[in-house]
């Protein structure tokens, strides 16, 4: 018997309906059981990087600690914080002594530290968040305490520390390595929404070999349709072959929309645990119902994203995000490569440069843009970064360019289109439309 929002999990890693990412697993496995071997997991936000690291180490392995970065965070913060997250490991009444090889009683230490930084902290009340960090915690000391209690350091938005600190974890790194003859498990996994490693972690050269980079890209359709199944067989519900294939087509390689889709799909099939006696199946009418709630807890989300995109920074001579945003909603689901963006834009714009695009369309996978577009550095195409937005766009679009409709839509395309439209109609379309008017006319 399980809940319907412990199987589809839109928001948190998948457990239940967790489906294995074969083009990645064996590396990863091979990795995580390689005593010494440092971890780097990249790949764009929502591909299922967390996801898959929980589930892999909690097969494998005994314990883990999980350490989320933030913009600012500095190296000695993320130390302590691992410190303080072993204390359940080391401040327990009845615990086994472990002791280094050179005899040093790990957990005395761990105590003696442990009343050092609380010390120092109460030393100035006004500034709690700057514990110091005392210089006995060195890596050394840090990659004991966890090696002794066979576990492995998490950090999760890695990408997101400023670059100075990133050196001293990759300094971390390398002493892990070296303590790795005494502690098999030891080691860093360092996780980050971005298109490299070297983007979450720039180490040194020589530590090559020693450094796994794990690559997640987004799922395939047929790994989105699995998905789905296992939510079938743990809920004991039965989707239709359409809209099951529609759901993995539409979710763009985005787990998380499958997962918001099916579970909206049996919020409105009032199916909240799994169901005794038969099968309930899961009709058109309550995937409409599915994609109008989408669309309702969305809209705000899109609107933001949108705002940020097309929000007008500069005095330019064209309404650059426009035209781009336009042109990559007549293209094709997948994406398109820069050229070709340019060549549909020209279409409208015979004189629109080429520049233009160089600058914005890396900006526009940023947060700073509302991260509506995603670069795949394996395909070189630019895509929305979620189908929803795409939707989106191509209703705003279409209002304005009724010429330009896009030709072949499908039956989910058009309740989402439809519902999106709606929305649209009613909160934003008036702001739009301002900027639609307002697009500059080709200079001579
Ligand atoms: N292998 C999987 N099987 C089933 N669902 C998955 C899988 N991977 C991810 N998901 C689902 O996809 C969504 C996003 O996954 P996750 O948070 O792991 O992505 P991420 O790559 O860590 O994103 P971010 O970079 O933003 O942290 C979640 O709803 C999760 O439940
Ligand atoms: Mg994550």
């Known amino acids: 018997m399980h809940q319907t929002r412990d199987v589809f999990t839109p928001t948190k890693p998948a457990r239940i309906a967790f489906v294995e990412r074969d083009s990645v697993n064996d590396k990863l496995v091979n990795s995580l059981t390689t005593p010494g071997k440092q971890i780097v997991v990249y790949g764009h936000s929502g591909t299922g990087k967390t996801t898959l690291l929980v589930n892999k180490l909690n097969q494998l392995y005994e314990h883990h600690i999980t350490t989320r970065c933030m913009k600012g965070l500095k190296f000695e913060q993320l130390v302590l914080d691992a410190f303080d997250q072993l204390a359940p490991y080391y401040t327990q009444e009845r615990q086994t002594v472990l002791k280094t090889t050179t005899g040093i009683d790990l957990g005395a ?4 530290l442990q009343a050092k930084i609380t010390a120092s902290s109460s030393k100035d009340e006004s500034e709690k968040q700057s514990r110091i960090l005392p210089p006995q915690l060195t890596p050394q000391t840090l990659g004991r305490f966890l090696g002794a209690q066979k576990a ?25 390595m070296d303590l790795s003859d005494e502690y098999q498990d030891l080691k860093i996994i360092a996780l980050g929404a971005v298109d490299t490693a ?3 972690v720039d180490y040194d050269p020589e530590m090559r070999n020693r450094v796994a980079e794990i690559q997640v890209s987004v799922m395939t359709e047929q790994e989105i349709a699995a998905i789905i199944e296992k939510g079938e067989s743990a809920l004991n519900v039965k989707f239709s072959p359409d809209i099951k294939r529609l759901v993995a087509r539409h979710s763009n390689g985005l787990a998380s929309v499958c997962h918001h889709l099916c579970l909206n799909m049996c919020n409105a099939a009032g199916v909240m645990t799994t169901v005794e006696g038969p099968p309930i199946e899961l009709t058109k009418k309550h995937c409409e119902d599915a994609v109008r709630m989408y669309v309702e ?16 920074r ?11 945003l336009d042109a990559l909603s007549g293209l094709g689901e997948l994406g398109a490569a820069r050229s070709d963006i340019h060549r549909r834009i020209q279409r409208t ?9 160089k600058y914005l369309l890396p900006k526009l996978c940023t947060p700073e843009y509302g991260g509506i ?3 795949d550095s394996n395909s070189g195409l630019y895509s929305f970064s979620d189908p929803i937005y795409r939707a989106y766009a191509m209703a705003q679009f279409q209002r304005a360019q009724p010429s330009a409709r896009p030709m072949s839509q499908s039956d989910f395309e058009q309740t989402l289109l439809k519902f999106l439209t709606e929305k649209v109609k009613l909160d934003v379309g008036t702001d739009f439309r301002i900027l639609i008017d307002h697009h500059p006319k080709k200079k001579t």
């Open 349 to 357: 714009e015979p004189r629109y440069p080429e520049a233009n695009l």
């Open 198 to 200: 070297r983007q979450v």
């Open 152 to 176: 492995c350091w998490v950090l999760e938005d890695f990408h997101k520390i400023d670059e100075g600190e990133k050196e001293r974890l990759s300094q971390l790194m390398k002493v892990f």
């Open 373 to 375: 577009l995603r670069f």
């Open 314 to 324: 500069r005095k330019t001579q064209y309404a650059n995000a426009h035209l781009i």
């Open 297 to 312: 807890e969305a809209s705000d989300s899109i609107k933001s994203a949108f705002d940020k995109a097309l929000k007008q």
């Open 109 to 112: 230490t761990y105590k003696m």
